[in-house]
């Protein structure tokens, strides 16, 4: 029978324990989420789960709600039938963006992730812009993460080299791995990096081969994937986020492509994301310094003397001020949430006065 220790349940989660489960609840982890619904899975399998009204009710973000990979505590109903879930454990690790649109929150991703795989097709996928953007989200959520260039069936070698050397080039030390689906290549060297017990997550842009590589990981086509396009990508689009457990042991989330990648106080994440830029900042004169104009900036002067390139610096500064940006719009909107919180039960207090 499976243990919850298969699943990911070690001592870190252990510890945690006593604050989170109450008397007559059971421990479980978040395996698929679909809008207000969810399925957990524990040492039977999975069965659905809603959330009981005391949780909502506390919940102040999106943010806090359940999402895939999280360990929750939970009461069964229905002779095991059903869960409700009462308590949520402190995530260990995280992926999480700035919510699609103009509304300025968190969305969670997925949860208690070993490694990040971002995976991007070599054919038209292939950006360094949005290479670096989740590679971001990974370092913001304490997330290791390895760079999976796919389909590279679709290139010469000599191609595959020049994007090699161009992720190099743009300062980014994470792990790549090339493979293709097609002819397997790279796919060993990719399956040694799964351990059991070991969660794993896929992230990259729609029909870059997320879907392919879990069927081809299971060894069979559990997994609906469309013909490929007139462009040479597929068309495929996960409609859910879902935890998918190998025969091995292994764990993966595969997450639908996100068209916008917004960032929110994502700051921790872009220093991690830039660690060249970083490191040349301590050599700065003064401590606090912004990098645009002061004089004695180590990145500056390291753009002058052609050490660092004006597009990694641009990208760097561009995605800093994005995620201070909309880190300042969004505590303005808790700090107004709150406001009115507190107008809300005073209004109720007074209420309760004028009746009596």
């Not at 895939?68 to 009462?86: M, T």
């Not at 300062?171 to 090339?178: D, M």
């Amino acid at each position: 029978m499976t243990k919850l220790s298969d699943l990911g349940f070690d001592p870190w989660f252990e510890t945690h324990a006593d604050a989170i489960r109450s008397e007559g609840q059971s421990v479980a982890r978040v395996s698929a989420v679909d809008r207000n619904s969810c399925m957990i899975r524990n040492e039977q399998g999975e069965i659905p789960a809603e959330l009981s009204g005391k949780f909502l009710f506390n919940v102040e973000s999106p943010a806090d709600l359940p999402c895939v990979g999280d360990w929750v505590a939970v009461q069964y109903h229905n002779d095991g039938a059903l869960a409700i879930i009462h308590g949520l454990f402190p995530r260990r690790t995280f992926l999480r963006r700035k919510r699609a649109g103009t509304e300025v929150d968190y969305q969670m991703i997925a949860a208690n992730i070993d490694i990040a795989f971002v995976v991007q097709s070599c054919h038209f996928d292939f950006n360094l812009a949005r290479l670096n953007r989740y590679l971001v989200m990974a370092a913001d959520g304490h997330v290791e993460s390895i760079v999976v260039l796919a389909k590279t069936d679709l290139i010469s070698g000599e191609e595959l080299q020049e994007k090699l050397a161009a992720i190099r080039e743009a300062g980014i030390s994470a792990r790549v791995i090339a493979l293709s689906n097609l002819n397997g290549s790279g796919f060993e060297e990719f399956r040694q990096l799964l351990l059991p017990r070991g969660t794993y997550c896929l992230l990259g842009s729609s029909g870059v081969g997320k879907t392919t590589l879990i069927n081809h990981l299971i060894g069979r086509d559990d997994f609906d994937t469309k013909a490929v396009s007139g462009t040479g990508e597929g068309t495929h689009t996960t409609t859910r986020r879902q935890l998918i457990v190998l025969d091995e042991g292994s764990m993966f989330i595969d997450t639908p492509g996100m068209r916008e990648l917004g960032l929110l106080g994502a700051s921790e994440g872009v220093n991690k994301g830039f660690e060249d830029i970083t490191g040349l900042s301590r050599a700065c004169r003064y401590a606090d310094c912004s990098h645009t104009g002061e004089s004695g900036c180590a990145v500056l002067a390291a753009i002058e003397a052609g050490e660092l390139s004006e597009e990694r610096y641009a990208g760097y500064l561009k995605l800093r001020k994005e995620s201070e940006y909309h880190e300042l719009s969004y505590l303005d909107k808790r700090k107004k949430e709150r406001a009115f919180g507190r107008f809300i039960r005073t209004a109720k207090k007074d209420m309760k006065r004028w009746d009596g």
